[in-house]
């Protein structure tokens, strides 16, 4: 049996995650071991709810079920979801690994941010003079981005030239915030700082953009610098100086410290990995590397890259059409189904959607509300593919994961779960695996949120469906009788007069009833007899018209349309509901089961009906006729 390591993270730092978990992936090598990632995508940005919902992934795993875990905290630094992991794993008695953070009682691997922040501060004071620094920070709450400014601010007073940090702005790691601070320092007239240096990578790019917009040019009027050293800066212009902070060392780094934990070592085990300062096009390092070459090799890849992106989206609207054209959750689910089973090239062989049982359930019952905090026992498999082998049940336990999962094969992989809201309210989660290059490119998250995006949309439009078709069965229903009422009677009669102009030849009749003595049963024994004498007759009416509709269109008034079997038997059906129905009679009180109705039919004829109004105008003086011969035999005349 193979061990499984969890990972908890955020996938927007999805280069340098990638870099972290191949690290890992090659520790493990000689290690038969799965590496389950659980992966979120919230924002400081997000609503409390929304955030809940990306980070309630989460709470799947039960921990006892593994050997170990992780929190990259380079993108999860949100210290309540890092509170409860720990407990979780101490708890379940596992070791715990926090990367890119330090806490107290916890292992950590960080990169030695400090001493290579120092060394970028010499190299831009001491070869491009720099006098003045803007700090972009990402969140307080961030070790790295505190650690970096640290080392800025420990440098500058070691030099003597504390003055020269003239801005410390906290982004939360949010570009639009970064792009409006910067034009507001542009459109001041005070001056530029000599140098920005931004808390990642992401930060720099976006302040270099900013100013160019505001008509100043990088490293002409103000350098800039970043960490990280991701592909993206690599190629942008100018190429960003950076930080690499080598987190494929620190992947193989946690590897080796959790396997010392699970051996006996002790909470105090950590590991420090040494970044590197790289000089670059944006501090005014021209000849430093080569960023040309990169950009050309990247310049080969985009055909390549924009192949697959048009693929990707054209997945993403199958998706759409498909499941926006579902009517109900059945068709739903074997839609949804058919389609990936068939056309799977982006997913791979190896991919599952599963679905809390509220989810449906909340279609149907409003009173069903769906989760806010982890997920129910057991969930419903929509679709689950392993190797190409599907799992044949309906549902799986939620402590399974992945429906079906072994731990056994010669072969590790990775497995990556993301979950499926709207809100705080969980839908369920998908699961891939083996997929480095769709977390690097966040192709993962465009897909989940995208899935996400049009589960919801099916939900709230077939839930609005149902309430409306509720909504119309109220109104169309006679509240008494349970039968159809005037409105439902006067759309029948549109439609009979649509049917009429467009097939001439249609056969149809109509029957018109009204309940004889009504008025003396409510005047002798009140309405609630009158109610009980009114349900007595639709019965008998609907008992011998079975397959024709019935409604009440007045107080003791009633139609039934005759069509098919019932039209071509009219004149049986006609003559049973005389045989089945008390003699008429005024003698009070009349008996409790005293049924009489007046009856009256007519069928159309194309040759004289130019309406269904006329066809009923006849069946109701057919009625009058019946009611009349019927008070006649009754009072012997």
Request: some cysteine; hydrophobic content about 35%; proline content about 3%.
């Amino acid at each position: 049996m193979k061990k499984k390591y969890a990972i908890f993270t955020t996938g927007w730092c999805a280069e340098i995650l990638s870099q972290f978990l191949q690290g890992m992936t090659e520790a493990l090598k000689e290690d038969p071991t799965d590496l389950f990632l659980f992966l979120g995508y919230a924002t400081y940005s997000d609503t409390t709810a929304k955030q809940q919902g990306e980070m309630n992934i989460f709470t799947l795993p039960d921990l006892h079920d593994f050997d170990g875990a992780v929190i990259f905290a380079s993108g999860l630094d949100y210290q309540d979801k890092i509170d409860d992991i720990r407990q979780r794993c101490d708890d379940a008695g596992i070791p715990l690994i926090i990367q890119g953070a330090k806490r107290d009682g916890i292992s950590y691997v960080v990169s030695d941010n400090y001493q290579a922040t120092k060394e970028m501060c010499a190299h831009l004071l001491d070869e491009h003079g720099v006098k003045t620094i803007a700090f972009m920070a990402g969140n307080r709450d961030s070790y790295d981005s505190e650690e970096r400014l640290r080392a800025v601010r420990d440098y500058l007073r070691e030099n003597h030239c504390e003055e020269a940090l003239i801005d410390v702005f906290y982004t939360k790691w949010e570009n639009a915030i970064v792009s409006k601070h910067v034009a507001e320092m542009c459109a001041s007239g005070e001056p530029l700082p000599d140098a920005f240096i931004c808390a990642n990578d992401g930060l720099a790019m976006v302040t270099c953009l900013t100013l160019t917009e505001c008509g100043f040019e990088v490293p002409r009027d103000t350098l800039v610098t970043g960490y990280d050293y991701l592909d993206d800066s690599k190629i942008f212009d100018p190429a960003i100086a950076s930080m690499d902070q080598c987190f494929e060392e620190m992947g193989r780094a946690t590897v080796r410290l959790i396997k010392e934990r699970a051996a006996g070592g002790g909470s105090e085990l950590h590991a420090v990995i040494q970044s590197k300062f790289v000089p670059g096009e944006s501090c005014g390092c021209f000849d430093f590397r080569d960023s040309d070459k990169v950009r050309r090799r990247f310049g080969r890849e985009v055909n390549i890259r924009r192949s697959m992106t048009t693929y990707f989206n054209r997945k993403l609207e199958l998706i759409d059409s498909t499941v926006l054209s579902c009517q109900t959750y059945d068709d739903f689910k074997e839609k949804l189904r058919h389609l990936l089973a068939t056309d799977h090239d982006y997913e791979g062989t190896s991919f599952h959607v599963l679905l809390d049982p509220n989810f449906s359930l909340s279609i149907y019952d409003s009173n069903v509300k769906l989760n806010t905090d982890g997920y129910s026992k057991y969930l419903e498999v929509l679709y689950s593919s392993e190797d190409g082998r599907y799992f044949p049940d309906e549902r799986c336990e939620s402590r399974e994961l992945i429906p079906g999962y072994s731990g056994n094969g010669s072969k590790n992989h990775l497995y990556v779960f993301l979950s499926l809201h709207e809100e705080d309210s969980a839908y369920g989660y998908v699961v891939f695996r083996d997929c480095l290059e769709k977390i690097e490119n966040r192709y993962l998250h465009t897909y989940k949120s995208r899935m996400g995006l049009v589960f919801d949309k099916f939900r709230h439009a077939l839930t609005m469906d149902l309430m409306n078709k509720r909504l119309m069965n109220l109104m169309r229903r006679d509240p008494l009788t349970h039968v159809n009422n005037r409105v439902a009677y006067e759309d029948k009669e549109q439609y009979l007069q649509a049917q009429i102009i467009s097939n001439p030849g249609i056969e149809f009749a109509i029957v018109m009833f009204d309940v004889n003595n009504l008025k003396q049963i409510n005047d002798t024994s009140g309405h609630e007899a009158g109610d009980e004498y009114l349900v007595r007759s639709c019965h008998l009416i609907c008992n011998v018209f079975k397959h024709s509709p019935v409604y009440r269109i007045g107080g003791d008034e009633f139609v039934a349309v005759l069509m098919g079997e019932d039209y071509e038997n009219r004149d049986a059906l006609m003559a049973r509901i005389n045989e089945q129905m008390s003699p008429y009679s005024e003698t009070l009180p009349l008996p409790s089961d005293y049924v009489s109705i007046a009856c009256g039919i007519s069928s159309f004829d194309a040759s004289r009906d130019s309406s269904a109004s006329d066809v009923a105008k006849r069946a109701d003086e057919e009625m009058y006729r019946d009611k009349a011969a019927k008070k006649s035999v009754s009072s012997g005349v």
